[in-house]
């Protein structure tokens, strides 16, 4: 069992930068792939980023290339998703995900959110235009 908590939303205006962070315990956290996602209002549940065990492969959706940055601490069991240039859009509920995947295991970010594991609560993002 892992259990996942998204912290840093918030109310911020175009243009501005928002930091959120997913704060696992429980299992090894370093044998997961971490992913954000974000469901808007009247919107379907879709993929922001992803990250993989080492951090050193990510993945990043085509509407926030540029913009998001993921990245983890696993000393801190901690991933991070640095939001930068936001638009009013980008305004939504995120939430972390974790799927189980040793590292000796490869294999595509680009992931549906059904092959994920545990969800965190997720936490709000409003931006104003």
């Known amino acids: 069992q892992v259990q996942l908590v998204e912290s840093g939303g918030g109310l911020v205006q175009a243009g501005g930068s928002l930091r959120l962070s997913c704060a696992a315990s429980?299992?090894?956290?370093?044998?997961?792939?971490i992913g954000w996602f974000r469901q808007g209002p009247g919107k379907e549940r879709e993929s922001v980023a992803a990250?993989?065990?080492?951090?050193?492969?990510?993945y990043n959706a085509d509407s926030v290339k540029g913009r998001f940055t993921i990245s983890r601490d696993n000393a801190k069991n901690t991933v991070y998703l640095q939001m930068n240039g936001l638009k009013p859009e980008d305004t939504a509920v995120y939430s972390c995900?974790?799927?189980?995947?040793?590292?000796?295991?490869?294999?595509?970010?680009?992931?549906?959110?059904?092959?994920?594991?545990?969800w965190g609560q997720g936490t709000q993002v409003t931006v104003s235009s």
């Open positions: 429980g299992r090894t956290f370093s044998n997961y792939v």
């Open positions: 995900a974790a799927k189980f995947r040793p590292a000796a295991v490869g294999g595509s970010l680009d992931l549906g959110s059904y092959e994920y594991d545990y």
């Open positions: 990250i993989s065990w080492s951090g050193r492969s990510t």
